[in-house]
């Protein structure tokens, strides 16, 4: 198993939009950048996310998700109404890839970057990292754990927590 973090900006897709698709499923498209490409190729059935706000004040982890898909081919890459419209892809040779997450778990508040910082043992993740803009991007196994097991007994707002709105 793999663990990744995907980032959404909320006013286009947020972990509830996920919670409330049909079976709680929706196909990861509009990645136009190669290694975060590259990164949905390597993800398996079972990978297990955290599910990124961005673009937001503050940006954080808003919840979990699961990959329930390998990777395939992007259908926005071919629809000309699509934001992610390429005009370079075809049916046949289309480089952009996608695959399917499904709905895990909201957290009960957003863990901020700068709560993150404080998390032991997250001091080396991309997200953290300075000018990292990547989209789809691994985790490893132990900061999984360390952001899972952190918001599990912090269901207490900190000083820091930043409330979920809707």
Do not use: C
Not at 45 to 65: E, K, T, Y
């Amino acid at each position: 198993m793999q663990y990744w973090l995907m980032k959404s900006e909320p006013d286009e897709f947020s972990i509830h939009d996920l919670k409330e698709r049909p079976r709680q499923t929706e196909p990861w498209t509009g990645v136009r950048n190669y290694q975060a490409r590259n990164n949905l190729n390597a993800m398996k059935p079972g990978d297990r996310v955290l599910f990124h706000h961005s673009s937001v004040s503050p940006a954080g982890i808003a919840g979990l998700a699961e990959v329930v898909s390998e990777a395939f081919p992007d259908p926005s890459a071919l629809d000309p109404q699509s934001d992610y419209f390429d005009a370079k892809a075809t049916p046949e040779k289309n480089p952009w890839r996608a695959v399917n997450v499904r709905f895990v778990k909201v957290f009960p508040r957003l863990l901020s970057l700068d709560e993150m910082r404080e998390i032991p043992g997250l001091e080396k993740m991309l997200v953290l990292k300075r000018g990292m803009r990547l989209s789809v991007q691994p985790v490893s196994a132990a900061e999984y754990r360390a952001i899972t097991a952190w918001m599990q007994k912090a269901n207490k707002p900190s000083p820091r927590a930043v409330p979920m709105s809707r």
